[in-house]
């Protein structure tokens, strides 16, 4: 079987405070993707909320799954995908879309065949799927890395200097409630989303890329006075529920993906957390 799926269950931030290192990686760390042939998926409970990957050698179908209860994958959802990997393209309802490396394409609700490619089997493309709840239609739209709307945040000497790539926002592309994109830490920077925040009103899920041979980034989450971590490896996602802060540091520069969803579409609709206010 080409798809493996796995449900990952909401856990309140009470229970979270007691959790040991394993109990905290089993609930949020996402450490199955990218396998050769095989299309992987993490259903979460967070706003319903699935995260995975489809690494194609020969052409693989997005096929659906027992927890949607759905005739078709995209039946009641929309879908984000970016590609981590070499050249590819998806088949979307017999078009083709060609993706090339970290290209992001949008697919909306009623989609009912999509099929991952790679040009190579040798070296195949990576793609990274995000998708949520869909209550209508919206348009299959590519946006290239160069078609985001980039944004420069931070400075080299905060060590948080980066560049904001939205992909799958509103302005860009018209969804549902999924929202995608890429943030590339420039050399010398080690820090994401910092200073951190949390926003009650949508959860999100980070995937790290482009992390050096041994080197690794430590991941935060938790309340803001209740912090927690995980170590994270390159092609490796963690689930962030509504109440925790999302944040990273690198023990070098690296890329991760963020995508989100919940009842509130605005990027700007987040709590910040003072620097000196965590704990």
Not at 121 to 150: D, F, G, I, R
Request: aromatic share 8%; with cysteine.
């Amino acid at each position: 079987m080409s798809t493996v799926v796995e449900t990952r269950y909401a856990s309140s931030p009470e229970a979270v405070k007691k959790y040991d290192t394993t109990e905290l990686r089993n609930e949020f760390l996402i450490s199955n993707l990218m396998q050769k042939g095989k299309v992987n998926l993490t259903y979460s409970h967070y706003d319903r909320y699935i995260a995975g990957s489809a690494v194609p050698e020969e052409p693989l179908k997005l096929e659906t799954i027992d927890p949607l209860k759905a005739e078709y994958f995209l039946e009641r959802r929309e879908l984000g995908i970016i590609n981590v990997g070499a050249n590819g393209s998806v088949e979307v309802d017999g078009t083709t879309y060609v993706l090339q490396h970290k290209d992001a394409l949008y697919i909306g609700k009623g989609t009912k065949e999509v099929i991952f490619k790679s040009d190579e089997a040798k070296k195949p493309a990576q793609y990274y799927l995000n998708s949520a709840p869909a209550h209508t239609h919206y348009p299959t739209k590519k946006v290239s890395l160069a078609e985001a709307n980039k944004l420069e945040l931070g400075s080299l000497e905060t060590a948080n200097h980066r560049t904001v790539n939205q992909m799958i926002i509103g302005g860009v592309v018209t969804t549902c409630q999924l929202q995608m994109g890429m943030t590339e830490l420039k050399t010398g920077s080690v820090w994401n989303t910092m200073p951190a925040h949390v926003h009650d009103r949508r959860m999100e899920v980070y995937f790290y890329l482009d992390i050096p041979e041994g080197q690794s980034v430590c991941h935060f989450m938790g309340q803001p006075q209740e912090t927690r971590h995980i170590w994270m490896q390159n092609h490796e996602a963690v689930i962030s529920p509504p109440w925790s802060i999302h944040c990273g540091s690198g023990t070098s520069n690296y890329t991760f993906i963020w995508g989100m969803a919940g009842e509130n579409l605005d990027y700007g609709d987040m709590d910040v957390a003072k620097i000196t206010d965590l704990k």
